[in-house]
């Protein structure tokens, strides 16, 4: 007797028709973000870095009062994958559903007061809108807002509010 052989195709093909393949596709996209998920986990919750936030957060970055910061489920990923960034709640911070950062992205809410160092100008709080996509090392100054869909280049210094659908970039982002 022979034995029958089955070809890649069909095996593709059954996985597909059964549900399968978008188990096997969620599992190779945990494992191969594994490294990084455990490191950042090591770093935030046993050494202690970034232990107040709630979500996951890239062990080079670094977010200062995380109570006054409300990030979209869809968005806590780019937290976790970018490293080098800097996020201070302190006036608060929205960050809509599906916005995405690159590393050394900074969004700074509050200036200092320049009568008392220790404290911070009130300001209105950052609002980014939905599907955003901010560049490597942009920086979001306080009382910005930003419509949806809108892209920051690298770089970019935001000091003003944007409406929806834009391209901005440069010092200060036009």
Request: aromatic residues 8%.
């Amino acid at each position: 007797s022979s034995s029958a052989s089955v070809r890649p195709e069909v095996i593709r093909e059954l996985l597909r028709v059964s549900g399968l393949s978008r188990v096997r596709g969620a599992w190779k996209l945990w494992w191969q973000s594994f490294p990084t998920r455990f490191t950042n986990f090591l770093f935030q919750r046993i050494i202690g870095i970034n232990r107040d936030s709630p979500w996951h957060v890239h062990f080079t970055s670094r977010v200062t009062r995380p109570e006054k910061i409300c990030v979209h489920e869809s968005s806590r990923a780019s937290l976790a994958v970018s490293g080098g960034c800097y996020i201070q709640g302190g006036n608060g911070i929205e960050i809509g559903e599906g916005t995405i950062w690159g590393p050394g992205v900074k969004i700074i809410s509050a200036n200092h007061n320049m009568e008392a160092l220790h404290g911070w100008d009130a300001a209105e709080p950052i609002r980014l809108g939905k599907h955003c996509w901010i560049g490597a090392n942009a920086v979001i100054l306080p009382s910005v807002q930003l419509g949806d869909h809108v892209m920051i280049g690298a770089g970019a210094v935001v000091t003003r509010r944007f409406q929806s659908h834009c391209v901005i970039a440069g010092v200060p982002a036009r």
